[in-house]
């Protein structure tokens, strides 16, 4: 399971773990003789769900790039705020980023490269879109696309460290 079903189902679990912690610790402090004030109970578990969401969504570039492949490399990132998480105006959230394998990496005869693009969005599929490089012409063709200047790309710096010879 993965996008918004797993993080509903991950608020869900620590509402219930905070639930089971809250309610033994009230009744432990009743025994106690002490008397905690009833809202507390609802005002952890609302808390404890805020924070679970919260760390949940920065938590989740470290946990995505630490899924990708062995030698995989992050090329750009995307970053949002959102109306519901108001604090993501504060500090932006990364929602998306495009990965690289440099061992998917491929020459192709007529001396241009190709390699699949990785495009990992936060809540969405994976979509892997195959690229190819032409070092020498410092150009990039996107899937079923045509030869463009490849500028500042971060997948040809990556594919074509020399930047102007294949290889």
């Known amino acids: 399971m993965s996008g918004i079903g797993a993080d509903i189902l991950g608020v869900i679990a620590v509402a219930v773990g905070a639930f089971a912690v809250l309610y033994a610790g009230m009744h432990a402090a009743r025994k106690a003789g002490l008397s905690p004030p009833p809202w507390l109970l609802t005002a952890g578990i609302g808390l404890s769900m805020v924070s679970y969401s919260v760390w949940n969504d920065y938590a989740w570039f470290d946990r995505a790039r630490a899924a990708l492949p062995e030698g995989a490399q992050v090329l750009v990132v995307?970053?949002?705020?959102?109306?519901?998480?108001?604090?993501?105006?504060?500090?932006?959230?990364?929602?998306?980023?495009?990965?690289?394998?440099?061992?998917?990496?491929?020459?192709?005869?007529?001396?241009?490269?190709?390699?699949?693009?990785?495009?990992?969005?936060?809540?969405?599929?994976?979509?892997?879109?195959?690229q190819d490089f032409d070092c020498?012409?410092?150009?990039?063709?996107?899937a079923r696309?045509?030869?463009?200047?490849?500028?500042?790309?971060?997948?040809?710096?990556?594919?074509?460290?020399a930047g102007g010879s294949n290889g």
Not at 97 to 115: C, E, K, M, V
Not at 136 to 142: C, K, L, V
Request: with cysteine; aromatic share 8%; glycine share 10%.
């Open 136 to 142: 020498s012409g410092a150009r990039i063709r996107p």
């Open 78 to 130: 995307g970053r949002a705020s959102q109306v519901w998480a108001p604090w993501t105006y504060l500090a932006p959230v990364e929602v998306r980023f495009a990965a690289l394998d440099p061992g998917q990496i491929t020459d192709a005869a007529d001396g241009t490269r190709s390699a699949p693009i990785m495009l990992v969005e936060r809540r969405g599929q994976t979509v892997i879109v195959p």
């Open 145 to 161: 696309g045509d030869w463009m200047p490849a500028g500042d790309d971060a997948a040809f710096a990556t594919v074509c460290p």
